[in-house]
């Protein structure tokens, strides 16, 4: 075995092994598209958030268009309030626009859905940073039994 | 009295082979980089890594394949088939990669090391070598135990690739799992930096462990036809079991908490 020949191969090895690491990144991982990209902050205050997570995506009628940034709790009056990390290609939502927490399928993961709302001035779009007053708090399965229960005894 | 004195000298055994094999890495790998060394630790790569790249792709293409196999047939009971990229993926990633790359490196590369130097041993080459003033630690350890470290590594990631093929192959095109699901829900589950990133760690970890253990069995091993036989199985037992109880820790320590 001459070392040139040793050097190809292990050169071939080197090449595969970043190929491999490559693939992991991109297409596993989905690094580079959604990872990095200009982004913007908004901010909502919920009741109950469920079980939305850090990095939970954002959609607007099925579309992600960001992820949930942190999650932390007002000292004030003790509710969560979101990160919303939004892609700067998506700045153009109306004030008025309104989120909830929802639920992909039965039992999938939650995610925010995000309703445009109406644009009532040219320029009347949410800014970074901007808090969005109107949220829809997640559907938390233990009060939705609660409450059926209760109108049915009203029957 | 001669409990004490047993256990007496097995402890103290115990910890001149700790000595000696502390020794044998220090000796090895911060001693001062030699250039004109790179061309052996080139033709080791060749020899632990390229050597064992096809029975890694084969094992790897195959655990991926029965993943997806076991894994589609508990999900498709509660309608949760998308959920097999995400399942085979971080299993290879965080768990399988790594370990499954270790045992088998440990058996196809590390018995090889381990027979390698103890027959040099053996046969008096390591002191001929000290007889001409080369240092053999240098010359023939630290060379191999940097291709393990270097190769193991990218060994582990090319198995956890061609698993994840393996299960596309088995979940979509054989069992009708959707494309787009398999691989979308598998991207929104994966995160580079906590389970791409651990696993490589991981492996890291691991390649140290396996390559420090067999270059130190067969430095250290009874220069005979028996000691180097005792030495090879020494290697692959004592780094399988390195390698299970160290994955445990570095999984708790990693992905334990939320």
Known sequence: ??????????????????????????????????????TYVLKAKFDNIGGLKVRS????????????????????DFSPVVTLVIGKEFDKFPATSSVSIL?????????????????????????PGQFIEDTKSALVLEDLIGQFLFSRGND | MEWFARLGRSTLETLAGVGRAAYVLFGALVARPQLKNIPLTIKQ????????????????????????????????????????????????????????????FAGRAGSALTAEIGLMKATEQLSSLEMMAVDPLRRVIAPRLWAGIIAMPMLAVIF???????????????????????????????????????????????????????????????????????????????????????????????????
Do not use: C
Request: proline share 2%; aromatic share 8%; charged share 15%.
């Open chain 1, 1 to 38: 075995m001459n070392s040139r020949k040793v050097e190809v191969l292990v050169g071939i090895f080197v090449a595969i092994a970043a190929a491999a690491l490559i693939m992991l990144a991109l297409k596993v991982a989905d690094r580079g598209i959604s990872g990095n990209g200009e």
């Open chain 1, 57 to 76: 995506p954002i959609k607007v009628g099925g579309v992600v268009v960001g992820r949930v940034g942190s999650i932390s709790l007002d000292e004030d």
């Open chain 1, 103 to 127: 639920t992909s399928g039965l039992l999938g993961e939650q995610y925010i859905g995000l309703q445009p709302g109406f644009m009532l001035e040219e320029d009347d779009v949410l800014k």
């Open chain 2, 45 to 104: 790569i060749y020899f632990v890594g390229v050597q064992s790249l096809l029975i890694i792709v084969v094992s790897g293409a195959f655990i991926g394949m029965v993943m997806a196999l076991q894994g589609y047939t508990v999900l498709v009971d509660y309608g949760a088939e998308e959920s097999l990229g995400p399942m085979v993926a971080l299993s290879l990633l965080r768990e399988l990669g790594p370990v499954v790359t270790a045992l088998l």
């Open chain 2, 160 to 258: 956890s690739a061609v698993g994840i093929l393996g299960g596309q192959v088995v979940g979509v095109d054989w069992l009708g799992v959707d494309a787009g699901s398999y691989w979308s829900v598998m991207q929104a589950s994966v995160e580079f930096e906590k389970d791409v990133g651990n696993g490589i760690i991981k492996s890291l970890v691991f390649a140290v462990i396996v390559t420090w253990i067999a270059v130190f069995k067969g430095y250290d091993s009874v220069p005979t036809s028996e000691g180097i036989s005792k030495a090879t199985t020494e290697t692959v037992v004592y780094s399988s079991l390195a390698v299970l109880g160290v994955d445990f820790v570095l999984t708790a320590l990693m992905f334990g908490t939320h």
